[in-house]
């Protein structure tokens, strides 16, 4: 199915504008993610699309071709997957899978087997018989999944469903969120805070700010090419490089850099990953912090801006705390972005 949102607003009796004019289509069986950070509207817009929340006079809401702006939650046909699961505990998990299919009033043969189908599908088999109360955190997500996806809904909305979980699993359960995701062939729309759990999961971002979409795009061209700093900060962890720019140099505390185009009037951004510790480096600075992170060292250092910025270090030979180090960022790696009041 493919989902079209025209001029969809929120405002709540109260006069808060959660949700202003927004457009948005997703295609049939993309996996659109809903980020940003908390307050900026991810649920409102997902409860507008369940038909959990009306929206103001002038949106409209299609399912394919057809207007489900009025029609109610319950005729929408979405599947919806909570942060809390809201799954019956003293039920087994087939019942709780099954309960959905029982409401519509399908035949008996017909609810067997498609619950055996998402038993399958979500791969809990062995636990059909366990009661929600006997399954690890998991497993109970995947239930979730399975009872929201077993009466073929022509939408599925996910609101951190996630996030009930402790860190390591989480992990995990984002891949094969993933890919259960794209086995179900479902379009689906996922709400997160975590830009890591939106850029594995989703095949687009849509980027939200105070009550708007900012920008939209795959994670790679959010990444790469954010349009303002606010995705920079809030994809990847831009950080801002305070100083003058003057044409194509930027003079900064610890030295100048070559910038790729004209700063003026632009905050430049570059990611950690491009800030290199190096003999050859232009820039002068001091290791505050040495963090040792496995696969990389991540490393503070002072004196090139009036902030501390990262670099991340791959290799056996990790500066020290304290030590004057060189520093290089390549011209091509700087995102010069237009200066704005909200790095919220
Ligand atoms: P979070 O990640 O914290 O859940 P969110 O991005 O999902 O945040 P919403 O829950 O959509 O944000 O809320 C958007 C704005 O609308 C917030 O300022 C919130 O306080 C406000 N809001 C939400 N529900 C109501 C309500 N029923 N009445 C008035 N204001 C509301």
């Not at 009306?54 to 029609?71: E, H, K, R, Y």
């Not at 019956?88 to 899978?97: G, H, K, L, T, W």
């Not at 087997?113 to 038993?119: G, Q, S």
């Not at 962890?237 to 003058?244: I, K, V």
Request: charged share 20%; net charge negative; hydrophobic share 40%.
């Amino acid at each position: 199915m493919t989902l079209r949102l025209t001029h969809t607003a929120k405002t709540y009796p109260d006069g808060t504008k959660a949700l202003l004019p927004t457009d948005l289509a997703v295609g049939r069986g993309e996996i659109v993610s809903l980020l940003g950070p908390s307050g900026c509207g991810k649920t409102t817009l997902l409860r507008i699309i369940a038909g959990l929340e009306t929206p103001d006079a002038g949106s409209n809401i299609w399912f394919d071709d057809d207007n489900v702006t009025s029609l109610p939650v319950e005729r929408r046909q979405v599947g919806m997957v909570f942060q809390s699961y809201a799954l019956f505990p003293n039920m087994s998990v087939r019942a709780n899978i099954g309960y959905g299919l029982k409401m519509q009033k399908l035949p008996k043969p017909e609810i067997e087997a498609r619950v055996t189908e998402v038993l399958e599908m979500c791969q809990l088999q062995p636990f059909a018989s366990r009661a929600i109360t006997a399954l690890s955190g998991g497993q109970r997500q995947r239930v979730a999944l399975a009872r929201a996806i077993a009466p073929r809904p022509r939408l599925l909305l996910l609101d951190e469903p996630l996030s009930a979980l402790d860190a390591s699993l989480r992990e995990t359960l984002r891949d094969e969120l993933a890919i259960l995701l794209r086995e179900f062939d479902i379009t689906a729309i996922f709400v997160t805070h975590d830009q890591d759990e939106a850029m594995a999961i989703a095949d687009r971002v849509a980027v939200m700010s105070h009550g708007h979409v900012v920008q939209s795009g795959t994670p790679e061209e959010l990444y790469r090419n954010p349009m303002s700093a606010f995705v920079a900060g809030f994809v990847g962890n831009a950080m801002p490089l305070q100083g003058n720019a003057d044409g194509i140099t930027l003079h900064l505390d610890g030295g100048a850099l070559t910038l790729p185009a004209n700063g003026a009037g632009q905050t430049v951004f570059v990611r950690a990953e491009d800030v290199r510790i190096g003999d050859d480096g232009p820039l002068r600075g001091k290791v505050e912090t040495v963090t040792f992170l496995g696969t990389h060292y991540r490393i503070g250092i002072s004196g090139i801006t009036p902030n501390t910025i990262a670099s991340i270090h791959t290799g056996q030979n990790a500066p020290r705390v304290g030590d004057m180090i060189h520093v290089a960022i390549k011209p091509e790696t700087l995102m010069l972005l237009p200066q704005e009041a909200d790095l919220a």
